[in-house]
């Protein structure tokens, strides 16, 4: 699954571990969600959409359905 | 924001620490419960009980710490943990009958060994964690 949360972060200047710290996972899920090597469960996808005040359709786009 | 993750930080070493002190004491007290009855208590059996019991209570307060350490990782981390611990309970039970029918059809001349099994599970989770955690990187 794509996501935006790479640009999202960099538009905030935040570091990979800021983010991690906020969302409360480590670094290295971050890095993981970032290169699309992890989809990040339900519950941590609203943490993230919160944190940025977006939608989660508009940080992650659903790769299958666009197809 | 970092409080929160202060708190979660905070949390992930103490039962990391906790972890880390119950396997010390549960491996310590295996040592005392195997050499004890040789070195230190000349058979005595109800030392032996009292050495194995103790071994058992540590061991089971390990299994509560690893449960409460697993519980605080993260979503990806439990699900790395979790793939490991499928891939060596796995490899632990079919490796582990092999072995066993290796040693029952008389194809091997010693008798089958539970720390070869131990050995065999404890590596074989190693692996797998090594090899998840490089698989998100």
Request: glycine share 6%; hydrophobic share 45%; net charge positive.
């Amino acid at each position: 699954m794509k996501n935006r949360l790479k640009v999202l972060r960099a538009e905030r200047d935040w570091t990979q571990a800021d983010l991690a710290d906020a969302l409360e996972v480590s670094r290295q899920t971050v890095n993981a969600i970032e290169t699309g090597k992890y989809d990040p469960s339900l519950p941590l996808a609203f943490k993230i959409s919160r944190l940025f005040e977006m939608r989660i359709e508009d940080i992650f786009e659903n790769g299958e359905a666009s197809k | 924001m970092m409080s929160n993750s202060k708190d979660w930080k905070d949390r992930v070493n103490k039962t990391t620490a906790h972890l880390a002190g119950w396997t010390t004491g549960w491996v310590i007290t295996m040592a005392v419960a195997t050499f004890g009855p040789t070195y230190l208590w000349d058979f005595q059996q109800w030392l032996t009980i009292i050495a194995i019991l103790l071994n058992l209570s540590l061991g089971l307060g390990m299994i509560v710490a690893y449960i409460r350490h697993l519980k605080t990782q993260d979503e990806m981390m439990q699900k790395i943990q979790l793939q490991a611990m499928a891939m060596a309970l796995g490899v632990g039970v079919v490796g582990g009958l092999s072995y066993s029918l290796l040693d029952t059809t008389n194809i091997i001349s010693s008798g089958a060994k539970i720390p070869y099994l131990v050995i065999l599970i404890c590596i074989t989770y190693l692996v797998s964690i090594f090899v998840n955690s490089k698989r998100y990187r």
